[in-house]
């Protein structure tokens, strides 16, 4: 089945990942936070305010997730990290980033899994190989340029892009390109970036990453930009930040989620990791809402 | 310079002892004289308050000088309010109600211009409807009631003399300080110097004032149409906004379609999209934008252009297109469109939001001499109670605001007297929840306690979040969101501003004599005069007999006489006045639920569900209501309290015409607007044939009626309205069908320029017209597609409990019919994959009826009482009704 086809191959991407992560302990192993009970059903879940007010996150609890085991969670744990997370900052400059698809309750992979892990085979049909693509870019290395509110899709290796036909390119539409850590990168498929309404949690506002209008963008080019846009995928991302240079996003396409992915950026972690273990705070460009959240740091306790 | 306002002259004095009028004013007899000492009290006030605007020029200026009592700032565009509650007599209750009413958005303005566009998907064009430079086609085409005290930039006396200055709304009173904060922060909203009422005596959270800030309820200015109040945005840019729409005034860039690439069966798009796009407002809405009403007794002269003296807070704009303006960003061909623009005028599907897959449009009900609405007594409640203190008891149950000096609430199921509200009584725990839970329909602390409850109609995973409603948390959202504390904390204004004066009856007679009076101002309109019209219209006698008729075959639920429950027609007085109230007794229904089945009308507002337990307003339904039995005359679901309509008053009948809960009986109403993209009735048209429900071609519909507020208007559509009701076989069937394909999309698509393709999930495309026949709009908003698709998949996977559960529901022969036909779907899409469409088509009955909320059709059908009176009678109970 083609839908398998993607879960696999993305989920083969995510588990790569975790391998070459491997050597540390703290990502071979689930993070040790406390979570609400929960059971299957959608209206067995508990409601994210009572979440955050029962078993709120400590900074220490925060330090616990990392980019890789957040990936051995179910997606509800997920889901309760997530809404228990505030926007903060809208970065700047280049991070590193990779997608990944919750263990699940089944075991069985988050895209294979709509409506209830029975739509396999039935109503899901075709052509997966441009989502394959995708999947592989859009979730991956991202450079923020945090005033102008944009934000650009790092892609190391065109070759696949171009071999499928989705790379238009001319003298007078140059790709533009980047270094990171001394790697040549291109940079495809412009987004904007503003504070504005999570699709999962509605009590504060999460950073979007929005590729909608990316044909207004500058340096839009047809293809294969407009793959995510309005007229495309139109795939809709949402961040909150973790800890300083640690965000967890969830991508929508159409509306619809289909997959969480991280953001992370070393350099920007380490340098802000002293203060924000300290004060449990950082700045928040983005409506914070209006529950009170516990700062809980060692200070604290 | 703003304008300075006029004198708040108590030219109205009508509720002074010992002032005879010359007629009845049932509202003023039997007060207490506190009442008129506390509303001469207000009026001294507004005295001083004018006073010092003659004395000191611009308004501003004069308000800050009037030094008047706790509370300071009395704003511009207060006056008009405080006039108001002078001329109805209101005390500070009350008045500081009716504010709250008019103003209050709590907050919603976020949800307005966020909220609804980005999480629930809908776009609101708030420019479209506001403009200024479409002022005086307003009402025409939205039904919405222009503010008096705002104009249109660089008309004469205008204070704004370009649309740059406005953004190309209408400039109102307090846009002199709110303009200066869009695009920045630090603006101190108008509520901040609302003056509270005194705190009501013996209030449990009492004697010291702990109220939650009225900065809380947050007022803004207007936007020039009444109850729709706007708000600079701090993260507005001018300079990027000029970019996108090449001036300040301008919402072109903004708001002009952009055809989709995929071609016109595609919805245009537009930068309403666009959430990067920071409009220069946020839109709040308050209760009164669909509240406010044009008053029967003092209608304008020209409704575009009313004042204030034309106004009224409760009966309910009966013209409103509320409806249409909540999807005014959205394109035709859209679901949401369809979904939400299926509203008659002065309608609103208020679980369009909180969206339970029923379409029901119903009124806005008319507020009328609430003092006499019956309350049921003895009805189990579980719900939050005002206490002192929660000693030991856990949270859960009992909770106090921190901060505060025992300003706690305890969460107890007890025995209550309760009115019973909507159209079948849903809101059934007390009035003051009641109220409170019309400002969460309208958003407010939408963010913080409501739309992640809601459905997300296009989760169809049963194990994700937003497959279907969650309760609405009350205690959750009075800890977390200080809007809701800060209406909370008023409740009890607005529910003494509902009982006040302003909510009286307005009576024929009573509207008639201020017609004549504008003619000569000592002119009379008695009873006997009204008697005498209508018996020569109706024939002698007619007005005496009327009664007798109404007595025996309506009173039994349209009175709330005990007389009447008891069968004692004979004995019952509709005229009398309540001694203690001054008001009429009877409040003409007794609001008890009656099966629809025996009604007979549209039934799908009665098989509402989101009072259901496990459904979002479950906490404002009484266990009372939920344990009623379902009708048992429905083939559809209709437990859980559902399938009931409340019998509703008849007070006023000759003011509020067309009838039933949807507007359905009776002429359709069409504003005509000039701008014909706002013809809403034009691109619906609702007569079809009786036979097979298609449309009427248009040269057999008949002719919608135009909005008419004034006296006569109304008569003229009461009479027709009351000949459709009495006559129910000669009412051409109304059916609101799809007037453009619709496509229903559940999943993600892909589209990679060069071909359609469905990547996750499906898209169901409905067409307009099947086999020549139009489809029933409601039959895409009462599609359960969401257990169609599970029942789909399981019906492969696990077809013995599929099976046993549709044999329960169905019965044995039917249930394993649909099993069949639902493995029969399974196979024909997995040979053909875009093949739903087809498979449904040859097996209609499952979107009409097995999966379907709803199954009616006909809007205007059903209440057939007085169908066998005689011609005689019929005119008759026409012409008593109307001195009602």
């Not at chain 2, 303009?179 to 959270?205: Q, S």
């Not at chain 2, 209550?416 to 059934?428: A, P, R, Y």
Request: with cysteine; charged share 25%.
């Amino acid at each position: 089945m083609i839908p398998h086809r993607i879960a696999r191959l993305l989920a083969a991407a995510a588990a790569l990942a975790l391998l070459a992560g491997c050597g540390a302990k703290e990502d071979r192993t689930p993070p040790d936070v406390p979570f609400a009970p929960w059971a299957l059903a959608h209206n067995a879940k508990p409601d994210f305010a009572s979440v955050e007010y029962k078993y709120p996150l400590s900074v220490a609890d925060l330090y616990k997730l990392t980019p890789k085991n957040l990936a051995l969670l179910d997606q509800e744990q997920v889901d309760q990290i997530y809404a228990r997370l505030s926007a903060g900052p809208i970065p700047d400059g280049p991070y590193e980033g990779d997608l990944f698809f919750p263990r699940g309750e089944s075991g069985k992979l988050r895209l294979s899994e709509i409506a209830g892990g029975g739509l396999k085979g039935l109503l899901v049909n075709v052509a997966g190989k441009k989502l394959d693509l995708i999947g592989e870019f859009l979730w991956k290395g991202k450079v923020f340029y945090r005033d102008e509110r944009l934000l650009r899709n790092r892609i190391e290796d065109l070759g696949p892009l171009k071999s499928a036909g989705l790379v238009e390119e001319s003298d007078a539409n140059p790709l533009q390109e980047i270094e990171v850590k001394g790697k040549d990168q291109w940079l495809l498929f412009p987004a904007q970036l503003y504070c504005g309404q999570s699709l999962l949690d509605g009590r504060r506002e999460s950073i979007i990453i929005d590729y909608a209008f990316t044909d207004q963008l500058p340096g839009y080019r047809r293809m294969p930009d407009m793959l995510a846009g309005r007229d495309g995928f139109i795939i809709r991302d949402e961040i909150r930040m973790v800890r300083p240079g640690f965000y967890l996003g969830r991508a929508y396409i159409d509306r619809s989620f289909v997959v969480n992915f991280v953001l992370y950026n070393d350099e920007i972690a380490e340098a802000a990791k002293a203060d924000f273990m300290q004060t449990g705070t950082t700045a928040q460009d983005c409506w914070t809402g209006t529950q009170q959240r516990k700062v809980i740091t060692a200070a604290a306790k | 310079m703003p304008p300075v306002l006029p004198f708040p002259t108590p030219r109205h004095r009508s509720c002074l002892p010992g002032v005879n009028r010359g007629g009845r004013n049932v509202a003023c007899r039997g007060r207490s004289i506190n009442r008129f000492v506390e509303a001469d009290m207000v009026r001294s006030f507004l005295a001083i308050v004018a006073l010092a605007a003659v004395l000191l020029g611009p308004a501003p200026q004069l308000a800050q000088a009037a030094s008047p009592p706790p509370g300071g700032t009395v704003h511009e565009q207060d006056i008009p309010y405080f006039e108001a509650c002078a001329r109805e007599g209101l005390n500070a209750s009350e008045c500081a109600g009716r504010l709250i009413w008019f103003k209050a958005t709590a907050g919603n303005d976020r949800f307005h211009t966020y909220v609804f566009q980005q999480r629930v998907g809908v776009l609101i064009d708030w420019f479209r409807v506001l403009r200024t430079d479409e002022r005086q086609d307003r009402f025409r085409a939205w039904g919405g009631i222009n503010d008096p005290n705002c104009c249109t930039p660089g008309s004469v006396n205008c204070p704004a003399k370009s649309l740059d200055e406005t953004f190309g709304l209408d400039w109102c009173p307090g846009d002199a300080e709110l303009l200066k904060y869009v695009g920045k922060e630090g603006y101190v909203d108008p509520a901040c110097d609302f003056r509270d009422a005194p705190l009501a005596e013996g209030d449990v959270h009492g004697p010291a004032d702990q109220r939650q800030s009225a900065c809380d309820l947050k007022f803004g200015t207007s936007t020039g149409m009444l109850g729709i109040r706007k708000f600079p945005n701090p993260r507005f840019d001018l300079d990027k906004w000029v970019k996108l729409n090449g001036r300040a005034g301008s919402w072109e860039g903004y708001n002009g379609k952009i055809p989709a690439a995929g071609g016109s069966d595609e919805p245009a798009k537009s930068r309403l999209l666009d959430g990067a796009v920071e409009p220069p407002f946020l839109i709040g809405t308050s209760c009164g934008s669909c509240h406010i009403s044009f008053d029967p007794l003092n209608p304008p002269r020209d409704p575009a252009n009313p004042k204030w003296e034309n106004i009224k807070g409760l009966l309910g704009n009966q013209y409103t297109r509320i409806s249409e303006i909540m999807v005014s960003g959205m394109s035709t061909n859209t679901l949401e469109w369809q979904m939400f623009a299926h509203a008659r005028p002065g309608t609103s599907d208020t679980s369009a939001i909180p969206n339970d897959q029923v379409n029901n449009p119903g009124t806005i009900n008319a507020l009328i001499n609430i003092p006499q609405r019956p309350v049921f007594a003895n009805e189990q409640v579980l719900k939050w109670h005002k206490v002192a203190s929660c000693g030991s008891k856990p949270e859960a149950i009992c909770w106090c605001e921190p901060e505060r000096d025992g300003k706690c609430w305890e969460k107890s199921i007890k025995r209550e007297t309760v009115h019973h509200i909507l159209k079948g009584g849903e809101d059934s725990i007390g009035a003051l929840e009641a109220i409170q839970r019309v400002y969460f329909n309208i958003g407010s602390c939408s963010e913080q306690c409501w739309v992640n409850h809601l459905t997300d109609l296009r989760v169809a995973d049963p194990q994700q979040r937003g497959f279907g409603q969650t309760p609405f948390d009350i205690g959750q959202c009075r800890r977390d969101c200080p809007n809701f504390r800060a209406i909370e904390d008023r409740l009890g204004n607005i529910l003494d501003f509902f009982m006040s004066a302003e909510a009286r009856a307005t009576d024929l007679r009573e509207a008639r004599e201020n017609a004549v009076r504008k003619l000569s101002l000592n002119a009379r309109y008695t009873d006997q005069d009204l008697i005498a019209d209508l018996e020569t219209e109706f024939g002698n006698g007619a007005v005496a007999r009327g009664r007798d008729v109404f007595a025996n075959t309506c009173a039994r639920c349209h009175s709330s006489q005990p007389e009447a429950a008891a069968g004692q027609f004979d004995a019952l007085d509709f005229h009398k006045l309540d001694e203690k109230t001054g008001l009429r007794a009877d409040w003409l229904g007794n609001d008890a639920p009656t099966l629809v089945s025996e009604v007979g009308t549209f039934r799908c507002r009665a098989l509402h569900s989101n009072h259901m337990t496990g459904k979002i307003w479950q906490e404002y339904g009484s266990e009372t209501l939920r344990a009623q039995p379902a009708d048992p005359n429905l083939k559809e679901p209709a437990d859980g309290g559902r399938s009931y309509y409340r019998n509703i008053s008849l007070l006023n009948l000759w003011a509020h015409a067309p009838f039933m809960h949807n507007n359905a009986v009776g002429p359709e109403l069409c504003g005509n607007p000039a701008n014909k993209a706002n013809d809403f009735y034009a691109m619906r048209p609702r007569y079809v044939d009786g036979k097979d429900l298609s449309l009427l071609p248009p040269e057999q519909q008949p002719a919608c009626w135009a909005y008419d507020p004034s006296v006569e208007g109304r008569f003229a559509l009461y009479k027709a309205s009351m000949d459709a009701l009495l006559n129910p076989d000669q009412r051409v069937p109304k059916v609101t069908l799809l007037n453009e394909d619709v496509t229903l999309r559940v999943g993600p698509r892909l589209w990679d320029g060069t071909e359609k393709e469905k990547l996750l999930g499906f898209s169901l495309t409905i067409p307009a017209q099947i086999d020549g026949r139009g489809v029933n709009a409601g039959t895409v908003g009462n599609f359960q597609h969401k257990a169609f698709v599970v029942d789909l998949v399981q019906a492969k996977f696990k077809p013995k409990e599929v099976e046993a559960r549709l044999v329960q529901q169905w019965g044995e022969e039917e249930g394993k019919r649909i099993l069949a036909d639902l493995k029969g779907i399974t196979e024909e899409v997995t040979k053909t994959p875009n093949g739903l469409v087809e498979a449904l088509k040859k097996r209609p009955y499952l979107v009409k009826q097995i999966y379907s909320s709803c199954f009616a059709e006909i809007e205007n059908a059903g209440h057939r009482f007085g169908e066998d009176l005689s011609d005689a009678d019929k005119k008759a109970l026409i012409a008593f009704l109307a001195t009602l």
